[in-house]
């Protein structure tokens, strides 16, 4: 088995005390975007599980600088301890979606930050065309960049479902433009969509250790307030798992998924005034504490049950 650290997976907190030599913090950012599933391109209702934020709950507010959100995330950090090192993490709504001149704008003013160590990009891969592919080039010579695709599933008839909005092929090629520029990649999966069974999901995890991903996100499917989602679990309530199951299913996922991919989350807090379901995930220390114990009960590592083959 590899030991990461304490973990018997190999955690971003661990990734990057091996490459900064320091505990780095992610401060969420507002870049004032919307989505091309929300102002009439794709569609007008997004994705059926994003909030009215567009899962920038806890981002900073657009009505601020960039330069006054990192501000405000310091100091909300660094309260309870000395911090010296940051993310600066683009993550409401799709942050490659606007004006090259005003993504320049704002990624620039992010890593202009000499504490920002950096520059994460939460976004679609429909939205990486070759002028926004030539401006993250620019950027990365300056400070690294890391682009969070939202995937979610590899399965059609899930994403259809949940309006994702493009096939997997554009998935496909905006890996493959993003790995030749030597751009690491996370992708965001959710676990316990509607309809999708343990096998499906592995079926997902297969695939991405496939593909030339550096990351990824194991995020439980929160119902919230406000969402499409919301209603269709009101009028016809599907399943979704308790503590146990769930925690039982990321130690698979963490088992079969390729030891060097980064993991950037095994769960996840949305806000607590719009959760809906599961409310037992609001508790993100226990839920970490029981995976930790269950992993270690089990023997479970990651890249246990892998196979390159």
């Known amino acids: 088995m590899e030991r990461w650290g304490e973990k018997r997976y190999h955690s971003l907190d661990y990734a990057l005390r091996s490459q900064f030599g320091e505990k780095v913090y992610k401060i969420a950012l507002n870049g004032g975007m919307t989505c091309p599933n929300r102002d009439g391109t794709i569609g007008d209702r997004g994705c059926i599980f994003c909030s009215p934020m567009g899962s920038g709950d806890f981002a900073g507010s657009s009505a601020d600088s960039i330069s006054d959100q990192l501000k405000r995330g310091k100091y ?31 990624y620039l003013e992010a890593v202009s930050d000499p504490e ?21 080039s620019k950027i990365r010579k300056i400070k690294p960049v890391w682009i969070e695709l939202g995937l979610q599933t590899i399965h059609e008839k899930t994403a259809k479902d949940i309006r994702r909005g493009y096939p997997l092929s554009i998935f496909e090629q905006a890996v493959q433009n993003l790995h030749a520029r030597q751009i ?12 999708e069974t343990p ?24 119902v919230l307030k406000g969402t499409d989602l919301a209603i269709q679990y009101q009028q016809h309530p599907f ?60 023997d479970i590592w990651q890249g246990k049950e892998y196979s390159n083959l």
Not at 129 to 134: I, N, S, T
Not at 212 to 222: A, D, F, S, T, V
Not at 261 to 269: A, C, L, Q, Y
């Open 76 to 106: 909300d950090l660094s309260t309870k301890r000395p911090i010296h090192s940051y993310i600066a993490y683009f993550q409401a709504f799709t942050n490659t979606y606007g004006s090259i001149s005003h993504l320049e704008k704002i």
């Open 116 to 136: 920002v160590k950096v520059l994460s990009i939460a976004t679609r891969p429909d939205c990486l065309g070759p002028e926004v592919l030539a401006l993250l």
């Open 199 to 222: 096998e499906m999901m592995l079926q997902t995890i297969d695939y991405l250790n496939h593909c030339p991903i550096q990351g990824i996100k194991l995020q439980l499917l929160h």
């Open 239 to 298: 399943h979704i798992p308790e503590q146990d199951e769930y925690i039982r299913m990321v130690g698979s996922c963490l088992s079969h998924l390729r030891p060097d991919i980064v993991i950037h989350r095994v769960t996840g807090d949305g806000p607590s005034d719009l959760m809906i379901a599961p409310l037992w995930s609001q508790k993100k220390r226990t839920v970490l504490n029981e995976l930790h114990a269950y992993l270690k009960s089990q």
């Open 184 to 195: 690491p990649v996370i992708v965001h999966t959710i676990l316990y969509l509607p309809g």
